[in-house]
């Protein structure tokens, strides 16, 4: 049984900084294809960044570039999402999802999806 579990998210002022940790159990971060995404209210899911299986390939969502990194550590096998310089806009829930094929243009098309963790980002 795949499960996906985020955690890290929380309240923090713009500015900040904050890293989203993402633990799998069932797979493995070297075989499935790992993302990130997120949804805000009243949004549709978007795709934040994404990291291929086998060579460790990002690609990001679109505008996503600049202030996301995506790292994974496979012997704890867990992916990582490095936050920086986190706006209001930034407020949603994220989730991590894994996709046996790899995310094509880091879409939200997963075969697997965690349960999301919220951050807000507020003053």
């Known amino acids: 049984q795949v499960q996906l579990v985020e955690s890290g998210g929380g309240l923090v002022q713009p500015g900040e900084s904050l890293t989203l940790s993402c633990a799998a159990s069932?797979?493995?971060?070297?075989?499935?294809?790992i993302g990130w995404f997120r949804q805000a209210p009243g949004k549709e899911r978007q795709g934040v960044v994404c990291i291929t299986g086998r060579d460790g390939m990002i690609t990001y969502g679109e505008s996503m570039f600049g202030r996301f990194t995506v790292f994974r550590d496979s012997g704890k096998n867990e992916v990582y999402l490095q936050m920086d310089n986190l706006e209001p806009e930034d407020t949603a829930v994220y989730y991590c999802?894994?996709?046996?094929?790899?995310?094509?243009?880091?879409?939200?098309?997963?075969?697997?999806w965690g349960q999301g963790t919220q951050v807000t980002v507020s003053s």
């Open positions: 999802a894994a996709k046996r094929d790899g995310f094509e243009f880091c879409q939200p098309r997963a075969d697997y």
């Open positions: 069932g797979i493995t971060m070297t075989w499935s294809g």
